[in-house]
């Protein structure tokens, strides 16, 4: 087994040598590559295949001196997690970040094609449970190991026209909450994360707006800390105040209103109306 560098930390100890981040070029998945990296990591940093993933892998080994591995693949393929798999089989990984997801943008359900809501389930929920049922049992044999999902708000109540997208982001949520309860008597520390807006590159391209007096949002390098400080610690961590805020005041309402809330949240967020009947 190929072992990376770095300093003999106790965050490497339980949760290294290696660490794979999926979704790691940038946003929160590049800072969660470089803040594990901090810690003493190796990291595997997966994306699709583009310039940007080997930037960020160079700012990683540059900045920290540790071994990084970019993965070239584009985690809605059938076969994603196999590739993953292949290229990590030599290595002792400790931790999974299962960070890849999103939603294209705003839009109602019926009005695409199919395929665009396959595309979102499987890089969101399929790629998240095939890396957890592939490395998990690693975790489980050394007796120790940690793997986080990214979940959102938004995954609290369905939403108009983000529908798939929020049964997603449930999806992640309740994934790691089962994964906890089998994999934390094993040894294995499992974090869901509740996000609320994190200004990321792809959410600043979104045209997202912000009321920075309200709700400015969190830097992703922010959210990796607050992740990784409380690993092992609960099943679901919802990341910064304002968020967890927010996070209150949803869980408090019924679900109709709840339901109600979140759209209409979502529509002012992106200036979107329904087109119609
Ligand atoms: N930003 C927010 O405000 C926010 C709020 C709540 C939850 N979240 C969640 O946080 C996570 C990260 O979001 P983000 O805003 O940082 O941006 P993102 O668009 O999810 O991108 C994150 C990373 O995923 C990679 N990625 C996207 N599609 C991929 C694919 N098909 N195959 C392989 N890699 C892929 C991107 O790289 P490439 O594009 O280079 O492949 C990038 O490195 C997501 O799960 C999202 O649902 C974000």
Redesign the pocket.
Known sequence: MASAPGPPLDFAHRYGPWAVV?????????AFADELARRGLGVVM???P?D??AEAAAAVRAAHGTAVEPVE????ADD?IAAVAAVTADLDVGFLAC?????ESVGRFLDHPVARAEALVA??CLAPVRACHHFAPRFVARGRGGICT?????GMFGSDGTVV?SAA?AF?LVLAQGLWAELAPRGVDVLGLV?????????LASGARFDPDAFP?LE?DAVAREALDHLGAEPVRVVGEETRAIHDLLRGLPTRAGIEALSAGMRAQYGWEPPGP
């Open positions: 999926l979704g790691a070029s940038h946003g929160i998945g590049a997966v994306a699709r583009d940007g993933l693949v584009d985690l809605t994603a960070v890849a997801g999103g939603t890089l969101n990214v979940s959102s708000l938004a997208y982001k992640d996000l609320g807006n994190v200004r990321t590159p792809t959410l949002g992703p």
